[in-house]
């Protein structure tokens, strides 16, 4: 069976380890990225020691700065001059800022947001389109990491909303260009998954009533799980939209 091959943005912490160990398991090889080479690396020891040696040897640190178009080209070439070819992009590098009425939000907040979830998740899906596009067999998968936010905003959380709800337009066009090239592109919007990003839902978190109320959690391993079903779909199906959520947490309904 070939190998197939993995990227994973954001590889070194929370939603993005969870995703390389859960591929890792699966049978994936996995090139890791993220800012950090550290965090990298023990996301490989954590494979390695979960899964044995064979798991750790399939997976490969890169360090980059997703936010500069230099280093994503550098990364890509890198990428393809070790494995020859990409079969799946997750997108998953995410930033947030403390939450801030929309008045009092500052430039430097917002570009500092925006550069990741946007600009680094565009740099990126970018090259991996280029890459599957023209590889040999040609084809991929891009999965774009979204969030509930893509759906509703919590208060405070312009800069965060207004990027994911723009990734969700670029899941769209990147669905619908990649037709031609046998390239499919699907989002996976996540709701209260529990890491170090999501631990102050356990003490409280601002509502839309103004009060502060603690949010149920999920096991971060579910996304884990979620992502290996949409990846390992076959080249004629495609996930387009997947939301995975802590059951009881506010999302549909009045409260």
Known sequence: MMSRIAMVTGAGSGVGRAATLALLADGWTVALVGRQREAL???????????????????????????????VESLFAAVGARFGRLDLLFNNAGNNVPTT????MTWAQWRHVIAVNLDGAFLCANAAFRMMRDQSPRGGRIINNG??????????????????????????????????????????DIGNAATPMTRRMTTGVPQADGSMKAEPTMDVESVGRTLVYMAGLPADANALFVTVMATNMPFVGRG
């Open 147 to 188: 969030s509930i936010s893509a759906h509703v905003p919590r208060p405070g959380s312009a800069a965060y909303t207004a990027s994911k709800h723009a990734i969700t337009g670029l899941t769209r066009t990147i669905a619908l260009d990649g037709r031609a090239h046998d390239i499919a592109c699907g989002q996976i």
């Open 41 to 71: 690396e023990e996301t490989i020891a954590e494979a390695g020691a979960e899964a044995g040696t064979g798991a750790g040897a399939r997976a490969e640190a890169f360090p980059a700065d997703i936010t500069d178009p230099a280093a």
């Open 101 to 104: 009425n929309f008045g009092d």
